[in-house]
């Protein structure tokens, strides 16, 4: 039986600096990314009506495990589940329970997974049946805003300019960018150095080099951008109980672009 206290027993400490990583971590990264995309992928056909979040949570669970890798999330910082599974305004990190799926909800479903000492870290929305047309709109500008986002990543470009890309197209199409919560760097480390915010001016932040590795992972709402974190010290939800759509991949920055870890193997990071 899988112990979580055993996770991450030996990694690294969070880096000062950005750390610049070579062409065999750049490999580590590749097999751990394509994990956790074949997981998110697994899952798609079980995320329907009726099911519970703790049976999906369950269910990667099981298929991590049985791919010879560790859950990230199991144990860490006392988080007791898999994934996390943020349904309709809950913004991230809902917790898997006993919560029903049903026709008409959105859920975002975010996993990352260990691979011989390396993080592979992706989220994507899941729709629940039928969905209105406000919601399948807020997801789309979420999607839309993670790839203007990340065609910003290119050496010599800054973070700022990967921010002030998502921030133009939400604000654009009248949704808002939460503040509260931010991408990070990864790779032996989970959570690294730099954050990296999903909104912000052009030029302004650090440089991008080769060799960085770091998530891109906005959260839209379609009211406001503020967010509460509720008792159990994890969910975090839209004050005015708007609904909320986040999707994430893990990224390299090469010589003259970036390279998407994560990319979904069978095509269904996007949703149709």
């Known amino acids: 039986m899988y112990e979580p206290q055993d996770l991450d027993a030996d990694a690294p400490m969070r880096s000062a600096t950005i750390r610049l990583h070579g062409p065999e971590d750049f490999e580590s990264m590749r097999r751990a990314g394509r994990l956790v995309a074949e997981a998110l992928d697994m899952i798609t056909s079980h995320a329907k009506p009726g099911v519970t979040t703790g049976e999906i949570d369950d269910l990667i669970r ?11 999330c199991l144990g860490y910082k006392g988080y007791e589940k898999t994934v996390c599974t943020s349904i309709n305004h809950v913004v991230c990190h809902g917790i898997p329970g006993e919560r029903v799926l049903k026709d008409g909800d959105i859920v975002n479903i975010d996993h990352t997974v260990i691979v011989d000492g390396w993080h592979g870290d992706s989220s994507r929305m899941y729709a629940i049946g039928d969905i209105n047309p406000r919601a399948r709109k807020l997801v789309d500008v979420t999607y839309g805003a993670l790839e203007l986002g990340l065609a910003q990543v ?30 990070h760097g990864i790779g032996r480390v989970f959570h690294d150095n730099p954050n990296v915010l999903h909104f912000g001016r052009k030029g302004e932040g650090a440089v991008l080099k080769p060799g960085m590795f770091f998530t891109v992972e906005p959260m839209v709402n379609l009211g406001k951008p503020q967010v509460k974190v509720l008792s159990d ?40």
């Open 62 to 72: 099981e298929f991590t495990l049985d791919h010879g890798a560790l859950p990230a």
């Open 154 to 183: 290119k050496p010599g470009n800054t973070f700022g300019d990967i921010g002030f890309a998502i921030q133009k197209f939400v604000e654009v199409n009248r949704m808002s960018v939460v503040r509260d919560f931010c991408g």
């Open 233 to 272: 010290g994890w969910t975090a939800v839209t004050r005015d109980k708007s609904l909320s759509a986040q999707c994430e991949h893990t990224v390299g920055v090469t010589e003259d672009g970036v390279e998407i870890f994560t990319a979904s193997p069978a095509g269904l990071f996007r949703p149709n």
